[in-house]
């Protein structure tokens, strides 16, 4: 059974960092697109960010670009998303994604965690 499992969410103040990590177990992910989505209170899922197999190709969201960052650990089957500089618009449940052709859709992604909570304070 292939799961993904996110971790390092949390509550943290304006301008703080919280680091979330994505585990995937049951099947390797080392030659897939990952990415990252979020979902705030009373919004649709939209995409956050997104890495190739290699980590050569990067994909973000505009208003994620500079603040956020997107990496993986392919020997851990895992990856990662650094937030810094977070905002209050930020606060959101943020899921991690695997297998994709189309990295900044969702409907092109074969596989989901259950998700994180991010809360940032104002």
């Known amino acids: 059974q292939v799961q993904l499992v996110e971790s390092g969410g949390g509550l943290v103040q304006t301008g703080g960092s919280l680091r979330l990590s994505c585990t995937a177990s049951?099947?390797?992910?080392?030659?897939?697109?990952m990415g990252w989505f979020r979902q705030g209170p009373g919004k649709e899922r939209e995409f956050v960010a997104a890495?190739?197999?290699?980590?050569?190709?990067?994909y973000y969201a505009q208003f994620v670009k500079g603040r956020f960052t997107i990496s993986r650990d392919s020997a851990k089957n895992t990856v990662y998303l650094q937030m810094n500089s977070l905002k209050p618009e930020d606060t959101a449940v943020y899921y991690c994604?695997?297998?994709?052709?189309?990295?900044?859709?969702?409907?092109?992604?074969?596989?989901w965690g259950q998700g994180t909570q991010v809360t940032v304070s104002s």
């Open positions: 049951g099947r390797s992910f080392s030659g897939d697109t």
């Open positions: 890495i190739n197999w290699s980590g050569s190709n990067l």
């Open positions: 994604a695997a297998k994709s052709t189309r990295p900044m859709s969702q409907s092109g992604y074969d596989y």
